[in-house]
Structures are given as C-alpha cells and as structure tokens.
C-alpha cells in the first residue's frame, strides 16, 4: 500500500509538532522547577504521550518507505507550536506558565485537526492512527486549560482577599496546589492510576509506590480491558487450534499455505497477549469468547457441507477465516484505544503488531479469492447444500 506525497508531509508535520509538545512541556517543568511537583508530573505524562505518538508516525512514514522528520517544527509548518511559544516563558509564574502551555495545546489541537482535513490524502489505516492520537491530544489540551483555570480563580481569589507571598512562592500559587480539585483534575488524565504527587523524600518514597500500583487497574474501563484481554486469549488459542482443520480442508495449495503462515503468526498472538497480561502484573487468564466461538462453528459447518476438492469449499473457508480476522481487527483496533486511553503505552506498541498482521491475513485471503478462487468456483458445475 502507498500513501500520497501529502500524507508524508502530514506525518512529518505532526512528528514536529509533537516534538514541539515534548521540549514545551519539559522547558514548562523546567520553569516551575520544584516549585510544584505535581505539576512537573502532569507535563512529564503529556511529553511521554507525544514522545509515543512520534515513535507511531515514524514507524508509519518508514513502513511507507518514507523518510521520517527529526527535530521542531518552523514558521511554515502546519502551525506555529510549541518550540516558538516557550520561549516566552517568564519567571516561575505558574499562571503565565499554564497560559502558554494552554496556547501550545491550542496549536497542536488545531494542527491535528487541519491533518484530517480531505486534502491531506490519508489512508482509512492512517486517518485511524491520528484520530486516536487527536484524542489524546484534546484531553490533554482540556486538562492544561482546567489547570489554567483554576490558577487564574485561585489568583483573583489571593487578589481579592488581599493576601501576600508565604514561603517563598506566590500566593495564588501556593493556594492553588493546596486545592483538592487540581489533585482530583491531574488525576483523571490517564485514567485508571488516580494522581498522587510524586514523593518529595525517601521516606515517603515507598508508600507512594504502593499507592500508585494499588490504584493501577482499578477503575470501570481498566476492567472492561482486562475482560477482553481474556477474551482475546481465547479466541488465538482456539484459531491456534482450528487453522490446521483449515488448511487440511483447504483445495489449493495457496490457501493451505495462507492458513499455515497465519498460524505461526497466531502463535505469536497468543504469546503477545500472554506478555501483556505480565507487563500489567497478571496472570494470563482467558474466558469464553462467544463471537470466536460461534465463527468456529460455522467454518466447521462449511467443511462438512461442501464437497472436498472443490473450489466451492475454499470459497467458503475464505468467508470463515476473514470473519475471523474481521472480529480480530475490530477487537484489536478498540484494544489499541483503549491501551492509550489507560496509559499502557507498551501494550499497545505490541497489540499494533498483532493488528497489522490480522488486517495483513485479511488481505491475503482477499487475494486469494479475487484472483482466481471465486471464479473457479463460480464455474464448477451443481449447487451447494450449504445453506
């Protein structure tokens, strides 16, 4: 598959902008500088989102024999971002720091949206991988602009009151990291670790590591995912079990080998997700998957009502084995979301391997089918009792 020379461009534009995000955030860290560390730890946790998004469209312009971008954007780029607005940064001041880290989440929002627009030329894959990064992007740009928020309330509120500076920092700042409402906002980004600010000594060092991996996985979403893992681990281990039958069924030598490659591939399926399950500290367990479990049958039912050695039973092994890698293409995409969504950076990276090799699977099989299995089963002579 190829991709337009504009599409290129839109991937190298937004690798730069994210890049951008990136040194923003960390010259914004830079600033505050102990001043407030939970605020350091909210800008390192929107880098990192940039920092994988760049690792993402990389992969994308070099699969497409591409060459990927390096370094911040410039002037003529889609937007002028993060790296021209840094600068401007002055002092310690925690409201005008979020001022302008809210100006760069505006510019990186707005640069993600004109890279959807029509003449960007995306593919369907591509256009997929931005709006799930565009996502991210706007929470972020809705949690700087919350936190910008409540600093400007919390400075009218020190403005009004007539307060002066305590230990050294401004008042509306001091105040501002007191609020129990900063604490929940930072906390329902990357959902389902709750925030809790970093410790501020080696005597606190423990107990926050504790509080971090006790409120690891415990939210709605964080069990949904979980709950699919285990059916996702089902339905490789029985595709594990069902493309040998397959492949034995299989007419022509084309499809028996396309069913016997995607097996060693399923193994490998099978082992990422079991890898998953330890990256998230669990035991890989799996559950009935009803979908899988109901196409298995039915490529069963295929093979008992079509005659052996006829084109018409590829055709129909064909529709039972895309089926197959339809439903693994749907779960696998929302999987990916949902990974990011929860901040599993490396279960996604691993779960993106798995999904292009199921829509690569997908393919083939379309391949198969175009190029010559439809038609010599469409002049084999009788009809099917396959109903």
């Known amino acids: 598959m190829e991709i337009s020379e504009k599409s290129l461009d839109v991937i190298n534009d937004l690798i730069k902008i994210n890049n951008d995000r990136v040194a923003g955030f960390q010259k914004a860290g830079t600033d505050l500088e102990n001043a407030d560390n939970g605020l350091i730890t909210v800008f390192n946790k929107l880098a990192d989102e940039s920092r994988q998004y760049v690792v993402e469209l990389t992969d994308i312009a070099r699969q497409y024999g591409g060459e990927a971008a390096e370094g911040t954007s410039t002037s003529g780029d889609l937007h002028r971002a993060w790296i021209d607005i840094k600068a401007t940064f002055t002092g310690h001041d925690l409201l005008a720091i979020l001022n302008e880290c809210e100006r760069g989440e505006d510019a990186a929002k707005a640069a993600y949206r004109d890279a959807l627009a029509p003449a960007s030329e995306l593919t369907p894959e591509l256009t997929q991988v931005i709006q799930i990064q565009q996502q991210g992007i706007r929470e972020g740009h809705d949690l700087i602009k919350s936190l910008r928020d409540q600093a400007k309330s919390a400075e009218e509120t020190q403005e009004n009151n007539g307060s002066h500076l305590t230990s050294g920092k401004p008042a509306h700042q001091e105040q501002f990291?007191?609020?129990?409402?900063?604490?929940?906002?930072?906390?329902?980004?990357?959902?389902?670790?709750?925030?809790?600010?970093?410790?501020?000594?080696?005597?606190?060092?423990?107990?926050?590591?504790?509080?971090?991996?006790?409120?690891?996985?415990?939210?709605?979403?964080?069990?949904?995912?979980?709950?699919?893992?285990?059916?996702?681990?089902?339905?490789?281990?029985?595709?594990?079990?069902?493309?040998?039958?397959?492949?034995?069924?299989?007419?022509?030598?084309?499809?028996?080998?396309?069913?016997?490659?995607?097996?060693?591939?399923?193994?490998?399926?099978?082992?990422?997700?079991?890898?998953v399950f330890g990256i998230l500290g669990l035991e890989p367990e799996s559950r009935k998957c009803e979908a899988m479990a109901g196409i298995v049958d039915e490529g069963d039912d295929i093979i008992s009502a079509t005659e052996e050695g006829t084109a018409q039973r590829d055709v129909g092994l064909i529709f039972a084995g895309q089926k197959a890698e339809h439903y693994e293409i749907a779960s696998y995409g929302g999987m990916i979301s949902l990974a990011k969504t929860l901040g599993y950076y490396e279960v996604a990276e691993l779960l993106v391997m798995t999904l292009d090799e199921e829509k690569a699977a997908d393919a083939k099989l379309t391949e198969i089918a175009e190029s010559h299995t439809n038609y010599d089963a469409s002049t084999e002579p009788g009809k099917t009792n396959y109903l």
């Open 177 to 275: 990291t007191e609020q129990p409402s900063y604490e929940a906002a930072a906390g329902e980004y990357q959902a389902p670790r709750a925030y809790v600010p970093e410790p501020e000594s080696l005597e606190q060092e423990d107990a926050w590591d504790e509080s971090q991996d006790a409120n690891a996985g415990n939210s709605k979403l964080s069990e949904f995912f979980i709950n699919e893992l285990k059916d996702l681990l089902w339905a490789e281990r029985e595709l594990v079990d069902t493309l040998p039958d397959l492949a034995e069924a299989a007419t022509s030598n084309e499809l028996k080998n396309a069913f016997e490659e995607h097996l060693t591939e399923t193994e490998g399926h099978v082992s990422r997700l079991e890898q």
